[in-house]
T-cell receptor, first 109, second 118 residues
Framework: RKEVEQDPGPFNVPEGATVAFNCTYSNSASQSFFWYRQDCRKEPKLLMSVYSSGNEDGRFTAQLNRASQYISLLIRDSKLSDSATYLCVVNFGSGQFYFGTGTSLTVIP | EAGVAQSPRYKIIEKRQSVAFWCNPISGHATLYWYQQILGQGPKLLIQFQNNGVVDDSQLPKDRFSAERLKGVDSTLKIQPAKLEDSAVYLC????????????????FGEGSRLTVL
């Protein structure tokens, strides 16, 4: 069983749409959670951390449900520049970061 | 501040040959990671170092892959002999654990070393 699972997509949405990505993780003792963004042929970069209370950064909202071992990312008012792969990342402890497969998003004009 | 440096950026070899990748993390970052990213997949953790000690190498194919970080700074990942399925981007990342800048849990990646095995 994969430690971190994501729907790979692809998600093709029009500009201005709202899109949501989900992620599940297998280790109930996982300590911290993140969303990373990876542009084509580039390295991953931190988009945002995910807190139990939920957190928002502009058009991006991340939520964590520890009971269901589930993480989500919501993007509102999609921009062309949001086109990328979004990676769910879980820290299983001792700084061990495991990545999901990634979800591909293309925002269409 | 200099980022994570990796070399070479690209490498093409034939199967059964050997290859080595080098990584220099951000200064002061105690934790260094090597990830393998196959096209269309997420990064897979190969090995994690804390200073010069190994924290996790459970997913490193030890019959052909080796890695070291002798002085707790830069690191080398070696593949010998290479197989076709080793074709991937090898990403090095470092982290300070939030102690020296960056968010807690933020990994800083190098640009990667793209390996093609023919």
């Amino acid at each position: 069983r994969k430690e971190v699972e994501q729907d790979p997509g692809p998600f093709n949405v029009p500009e201005g749409a709202t899109v949501a990505f989900n992620c599940t993780y297998s280790n109930s003792a996982s300590q911290s959670f993140f969303w990373y963004r990876q542009d084509c042929r580039k390295e991953p970069k931190l988009l945002m951390s995910v807190y139990s209370s939920g957190n928002e950064d502009g058009r991006f909202t991340a939520q964590l449900n520890r009971a269901s071992q589930y993480i989500s990312l919501l993007i509102r008012d999609s921009k062309l520049s949001d086109s990328a792969t979004y990676l769910c990342v879980v820290n299983f402890g001792s700084g061990q970061f495991y990545f999901g497969t990634g979800t591909s998003l293309t925002v269409i004009p | 501040e200099a980022g994570v440096a990796q070399s070479p950026r690209y490498k093409i070899i034939e199967k059964r040959q050997s290859v080595a990748f080098w990584c220099n993390p951000i200064s002061g970052h105690a934790t260094l990671y090597w990830y393998q990213q196959i096209l269309g997949q997420g990064p897979k953790l190969l090995i994690q170092f804390q200073n010069n000690g190994v924290v996790d190498d459970s997913q490193l194919p030890k019959d052909r892959f080796s890695a070291e970080r002798l002085k707790g700074v830069d690191s080398t990942l070696k593949i010998q002999p290479a197989k076709l399925e080793d074709s991937a981007v090898y990403l090095c990342a470092s982290s300070s654990g939030g102690l020296a800048g960056g968010a807690v849990g933020e990994l800083f990646f190098g640009e990667g070393s793209r390996l093609t095995v023919l």
